[in-house]
């Protein structure tokens, strides 16, 4: 009993952990003049996320990445764990896109830019700083503090709340995985089950064949 509190201990301290540390994603990346990047997000559900963009263009002159002109957009799209498209819009050079997740899991982020329309690009390489904020992180506290007319403390507590409330949201998704992989086990175990039943059953019915067909070749042949 005492073992398994201690494991349980453990198991909040490092889901704590990977709430409060790494549930926000800052990367930059380089695409082609047609080329597509997407990226993997595990999300719980009823979740907000924030993205922020920026695109550089290189130049071959200076030899280094400056800002893309304003011409030069960003399609982004997202899909969530069943396929279906959660968003699917065109910005600018420089943009920010949010949404909420409705459905546990995996979504899909991809991003690919408009270039092909404009001669800007010229067959060069686009980068792009991309930082994706989950769930709480997602929140300018500055701003609320500000709107809601917030005393330090106050925001301090609002912000503690919104952590515990993102921490229960993971848990329900740990949960939720872990019934799925527990789904899968079982039905896969049930399936060798059934495919050790049937190929006994063929083993058998493949000897019983080979008895009766000996049995008749030898009573032909007048052996027995």
């Known amino acids: 009993m005492r073992m398994t509190m201690a494991v349980r201990r453990w198991r909040l301290a490092l889901?704590?952990?990977a709430v409060v540390v790494s549930r926000s994603c800052g990367l930059y990346f380089h695409l082609g003049?047609?080329?597509?990047?997407?990226?993997?997000?595990?999300?719980?559900?009823?979740?907000?996320?924030?993205?922020?963009y920026r695109t550089q263009l290189f130049d071959k002159q200076r030899e280094e990445y400056?800002?893309?002109t304003p011409g030069l957009g960003m399609f982004v799209e997202i899909k969530d764990p069943d396929d279906k498209v959660v968003l699917s819009r065109q910005y600018g050079s420089e943009g920010r896109?949010?949404?909420?997740?409705?459905?546990?899991?995996?979504?899909?982020?991809?991003?690919?830019?408009?270039?092909?329309?404009?001669?800007?690009?010229?067959?060069g390489m686009l980068?792009?700083?991309?930082?994706?904020?989950?769930?709480?992180?997602?929140?300018?506290?500055?701003?609320?503090?500000?709107?809601?007319?917030?005393?330090?403390?106050?925001?301090?507590?609002?912000?503690?709340?919104?952590?515990?409330?993102?921490?229960?949201?993971?848990?329900?998704?740990?949960?939720?995985?872990?019934?799925?992989?527990?789904?899968?086990?079982?039905?896969?175990?049930?399936?060798?089950l059934w495919w050790s039943?049937?190929?006994?059953?063929?083993?058998?019915a493949i000897g019983v064949w080979q008895m009766r067909h000996l049995k008749s070749f030898f009573e032909a042949k007048k052996l027995v």
Request: hydrophobic residues 35%; glycine residues 4%.
């Open 127 to 192: 980068r792009v700083h991309l930082d994706i904020q989950v769930g709480e992180h997602a929140n300018d506290y500055a701003e609320i503090a500000a709107k809601d007319k917030l005393s330090e403390l106050q925001l301090r507590v609002r912000q503690l709340l919104e952590q515990v409330e993102q921490i229960q949201k993971e848990q329900n998704y740990q949960r939720w995985r872990e019934e799925r992989f527990r789904q899968t086990s079982e039905s896969t175990n049930q399936r060798v």
């Open 97 to 123: 896109f949010t949404f909420t997740s409705h459905t546990p899991g995996e979504h899909q982020i991809c991003l690919h830019s408009n270039s092909t329309k404009f001669s800007l690009f010229a067959g």
């Open 33 to 52: 003049e047609t080329e597509r990047k997407c990226f993997i997000e595990e999300i719980p559900d009823e979740t907000m996320v924030i993205g922020n």
């Open 66 to 68: 400056l800002p893309a």
């Open 197 to 204: 039943i049937v190929q006994t059953l063929i083993l058998v």
């Open 15 to 17: 889901m704590l952990l």
